[in-house]
């Protein structure tokens, strides 16, 4: 049976290099064409990328993913922190409400795209009965750049958060109890506590969480398709949302293909960038721990020397 | 301080986490259940609200559920099943595929040319981090080009290969910490290789197989863009379903809603049991005196 170890790991190297591989390649090759469905193939060279850079709902589908990721990652981090620190907090049966704080990750994002869409609505939307109730006059969340932002920022944030605190209040589940016992009878405040003790141990729970929730963002899509259609004049679009109506619904393949790619470099570029960062800090880390524990070493011959 | 004011002071505390948990959960919750009395609407009772209970400020009516019940009875179920039968289907696949995958990641060398174990696993894991768009319009090609486009093996390909990483990536932790001498104690019994994966690591790797399987299930049945690119008739799931009722002027939300609330029960019921899986294995974690 020498042949089953390659048996074994054949299926997912095949899925690789049929569906991964094989589509990135057809793919790089199209958008270095003109190919639009219907038409003719025709090489362009590096035409589309020139054009992307002076497309001005390019660009600005660029820029807003890259600050739906940054604004969305850092919003949804500290939130979803402080609700796993809160719910640990409790004595028992925080079941239910767990339960109730995963829900919005549960469903499937294209309701969550209607469901707010209701929500958001100018006239029998209840956050706008909300508003009016506190005197504020009607407001058109979706049809003013920014608010329509902030509103996609909004669905995100209650839709993602709850992934977040999955991770973060199950790597708080496992974190010992001592040195928190101890600290308390040592008199150390919370606010202490939480900066010596809690938030560096769980600094791998955290990475884990920033890391998985910006790719993920990075594919930013069904919500912007429902809620605003990428709109008003852009303000909420993305990459993918605007490769999906250039590729598919124009049907512009090989434009459409470019824009992907720019897409693909950028979470390729920042994703090596973290594991590069990562390492280096793991290693600073590492290189204290050795320092501190020479430190302890002599300083314990020290004083057990006679 | 005295005893009095450190205690009030807790109870403030304690009090004020209270209200901050229940301030979430009403951000949480409500959408949900904002979709949940919208089921229930008369048209005229969601364009002439907000009303925000049923019985006390609108009379709920049925007539969203008689609707799926009776005309559109055929469309929904048929995006039901494919819906169920994709991520049902894929996600067996692809944990079954990954179970073996990850074994021989765990248990053998491999080197093809430069490309080892820790090679190997992150060139399958990194598919995930590849933006489905990038993947997807030459997929869309590709899939024409076979006649794969719109069909129900087209679309168990699809997702199997949308959850192959994850489930490679879940189970070789899990199968690495399978300890070996089961296996070498089954093949004293004579046990063939084979036969030793499969009557002894898997059994053993039910639990993660399980949560594996779990998860899968939740990505196929939540995707969106796949199915938009690439189905557009006989298989189309409940997502699309959905996006082709709402191809109106003004959408049906009661159909939507109650629609969105069918769709919503197989994933809770998939994430409870995941959550039973999370909280046994930490239970079963050394921790304190629980």
């Given at each position: ?87 640990n907090?409790?004595a028992s049966?925080s ?74 209040f199950a790597g708080l589940r496992t974190l010992p109890r001592e040195p928190f016992e ?19 141990m769980l ?104 | ?277 999370i909280e046994r294995r930490v239970l079963h974690a050394p921790r304190g005196e629980e």
């Amino acid at each position: 049976m020498k042949g089953l170890k390659h048996l074994l790991i054949a299926p997912p190297l095949l899925f690789f290099f049929a569906i991964s591989l094989v589509p990135l390649i057809f793919t790089i090759v199209l958008s270095l064409s003109g190919y639009s469905i219907g038409g003719d193939f025709s090489w362009v060279g590096v035409d589309n990328y020139v054009r992307l850079a002076s497309d001005p709902m390019f660009t600005k589908s660029y820029w807003n993913t890259l600050l739906y990721v940054l604004l969305g990652v850092f919003v949804q981090y500290w939130l979803a922190l402080g609700v796993a620190l809160l719910v640990n907090q409790m004595a028992s049966g925080s079941r239910p409400l767990r339960l109730l704080f995963l829900l919005p990750f549960v469903m499937p994002p294209l309701i969550v795209g209607f469901v707010w869409q209701t929500m958001f609505d100018s006239r029998y939307g209840p956050l706008s009965a909300l508003l009016r109730g506190l005197g504020v006059g009607p407001v058109l969340w979706l049809n003013e750049a920014k608010l329509a932002f902030t509103s996609i920022l909004i669905v995100d944030t209650w839709q993602w958060t709850p992934f977040m605190f999955l991770i973060l209040f199950a790597g708080l589940r496992t974190l010992p109890r001592e040195p928190f016992e101890a600290a308390r009878v040592d008199g150390a405040s919370d606010w202490r506590i939480f900066w010596d003790h809690t938030f560096p141990m769980l600094l791998p729970a955290s990475i884990a969480a920033i890391l998985l929730r910006a790719i993920e963002a990075f594919k930013l899509f069904d919500v912007v398709f429902y809620v605003t259609g990428g709109g008003p004049g852009g303000a909420t679009s993305t990459v993918t949302l605007q490769g999906y109506f250039t590729a598919l619904r124009s049907g512009n393949l090989g434009y459409g293909a470019a824009m992907s790619i720019v897409l693909l470099v950028t979470v390729m570029a920042l994703a090596m960038a973290a594991l590069v960062w990562l390492k280096r800090l793991a290693g600073r880390r590492t290189r204290r721990m050795e320092r501190e524990l020479q430190a302890f070493s002599v300083e314990f011959r020290e004083r057990t020397a006679p | 301080m005295t005893a009095a004011t450190q205690e009030r002071g807790r109870t403030g505390s304690r009090l004020a986490r209270a209200a901050l948990l229940a301030l979430w959960g009403l951000f949480a919750g409500f959408p949900v259940y904002w979709m949940l009395v919208t089921a229930f609407k008369q048209p005229r009772d969601i364009y002439q609200g907000p009303f925000f209970v049923p019985f006390l400020d609108f009379t709920p009516t049925l007539r969203a559920w008689e609707y799926i019940a009776g005309p559109a009875r055929e469309t929904v179920v048929h995006g039901l099943l494919n819906s169920l039968l994709f991520a049902a289907g894929s996600a067996f696949i692809a944990v079954v595929l990954g179970a073996f995958a990850a074994y021989g990641l765990a248990r053998y060398p491999y080197k093809y040319g430069p490309y080892r174990n820790d090679d190997l696993s992150l060139l399958i894991v990194s598919q995930r981090i590849m933006p489905p768009i990038v993947a997807v319009i030459a997929l869309f090609a590709m899939f024409r080009a076979a006649q794969l486009l719109d069909t129900r093996v087209g679309m168990l390909i699809a997702y199997t290969w949308f959850n192959l990483p994850l489930t490679v990536f879940l189970l070789t932790d899990f199968m690495r910490r399978i300890p070996v001498e089961l296996e070498q104690a089954a093949a004293l019994d004579g046990y063939g290789k084979f036969a030793q994966i499969w009557k002894v690591v898997l059994p053993l790797a039910m639990p993660g197989l399980a949560a594996a399987y779990l998860l899968s299930f939740f990505f196929s049945w939540n995707d969106f863009i796949l199915a938009l690119m690439l189905t557009f008739r006989d298989a189309v799931t409940l997502p699309i379903v959905i996006t082709n009722l709402s191809a109106q002027m003004e959408p049906r939300w009661w159909l939507i809603s109650a629609i969105g609330l069918i769709a919503m029960v197989p994933p809770i019921v998939a994430v409870s049991l995941l959550d039973r899986f999370i909280e046994r294995r930490v239970l079963h974690a050394p921790r304190g005196e629980e």
